[in-house]
């Protein structure tokens, strides 16, 4: 069977992390034959090169660019692609222009944002297209936001992403985050990895620190990992609040299995998700997670049980509960236990593999 991978993103996106981690899983399996086709100079493609991956590029100067569409023909000729599998919004719109041409492909659009889909009768149209054989979702909250303008249910299949458990739970803490800020041995670490847009509403996460800091005398250090267009507004609102001294930005990093063990406590504030891998390797790491019930967060998180889940763009919420991590070591210990059974049951790359594999070979029964 050989099957296209197809993004149209130029940074890089947890879903295309995610996009390289469903080819790798399935890499071991010979009768599937796997290739990407990303857009030139996008991060993909660096990562392809460095890895050895068979892929394919083209320029996307423009939303819907005529010489990627033009590409994307030409390769599903060629190779005689069988699955067109799309990652993203613009692939998915690209793909149902030229799947006329090609009659016995199969069309599979993955879906990871729980982001609103507006009813017009484009969205109906486009997400009800006779030639779509599936529409995965990686959480039950994306699939819902799909039903207002789905006719029929019968093609979406949730199938949960996975992460490396034994590449985070092997990880102990290196110190490395206390070194490279300054941080005292003794101080307590709230931490968030996310880049820095709007769905991961960091405002509301500086506004829960302000809270957290008040109504407690231990001494905590906030982390925000990552990069993104609302960098400088963030610092200018962590000023405005007056705790930057006590929050640090720390920029894109790329040792995150090493660093995560370090914090104390994975604080979440997303307004939307579609199941944010970052909590699943918190728990790998054994570090007690706080979020706010985006997408399909609460499918992982149980309050009180796996974590303590809050509601969207509510600090006071956020900083209730974070305090009751930090005042209540029972409470801590039975959450950090049980969110890692949980992620060794239901989030491994085996169960993935697993997944993936049964979903490919059964597209054609």
Not at 233 to 245: F, H, P, R, S
Request: aromatic letters at 10%; charged letters at 25%; proline letters at 4%.
């Amino acid at each position: 069977m050989k099957i296209l991978h197809v993004s149209t993103i130029i940074e890089w996106r947890g879903g295309d992390n995610q996009m390289l981690t469903t080819y790798s899983i399935l890499k071991p399996h010979l009768d599937l034959q796997q290739f990407i086709f990303c857009p030139e100079t996008s991060v993909l493609q660096q990562k392809c090169i460095e890895l050895s991956i068979p892929h394919f590029t083209a320029s996307r100067n423009s939303r819907y660019s005529i010489a990627f569409i033009k590409k994307l023909y030409k390769i599903l000729k060629e190779q005689q692609i069988e699955v067109l599998h799309v990652h993203d919004s613009k692939a998915f719109s690209m793909s149902l222009l030229l799947i006329k041409f090609f009659p016995k492909l199969k069309l599979v659009y993955s879906r990871k944002r729980n982001n609103k889909v507006h009813k017009n009768f484009f969205k109906v149209l486009k997400y009800n297209h006779h030639r779509i054989d599936r529409i995965v979702c990686v959480s039950q909250a994306v699939k819902n936001v799909l039903k207002p303008v789905l006719k029929s249910e019968n093609k979406v299949q949730v199938i949960y992403d996975g992460i490396d458990v034994k590449n985070f739970s092997h990880s102990l803490d290196s110190g490395i985050l206390r070194s490279d800020y300054n941080i005292p041995k003794d101080a307590f670490i709230i931490g968030n990895i996310a880049s820095l847009t709007s769905q991961k509403d960091l405002f509301t996460f500086l506004d829960a620190a302000k809270i957290i800091l008040a109504e407690t005398k231990n001494e905590l250090k906030f982390l925000i990992v990552g990069q993104g267009p609302l960098e400088k507004e963030l610092k200018a609102y962590a000023k405005e609040l007056g705790v930057q001294k006590d929050i640090i930005f720390t920029g894109f990093r790329t040792d995150i299995p090493k660093i995560l063990p370090e914090l104390d406590l994975f604080l979440l504030s997303s307004e939307t998700e579609g199941l944010p891998l970052s909590i699943m390797e918190a728990f790998a790491c054994k570090v007690p997670v706080v979020a706010t019930a985006a997408g399909g967060t609460g499918e992982a998180i149980s309050n009180g049980n796996t974590g303590m889940i809050s509601p969207i763009k509510d600090p006071n919420k956020l900083a209730a509960n974070t305090l009751k991590i930090i005042n209540d070591p029972e409470l801590r210990n039975k959450v950090i236990a049980n969110a890692f059974e949980l992620v060794n049951s239901k989030f491994t790359l085996d169960v993935m593999e697993q997944n993936y594999y049964k979903f490919y070979k059964n597209l054609f029964n």
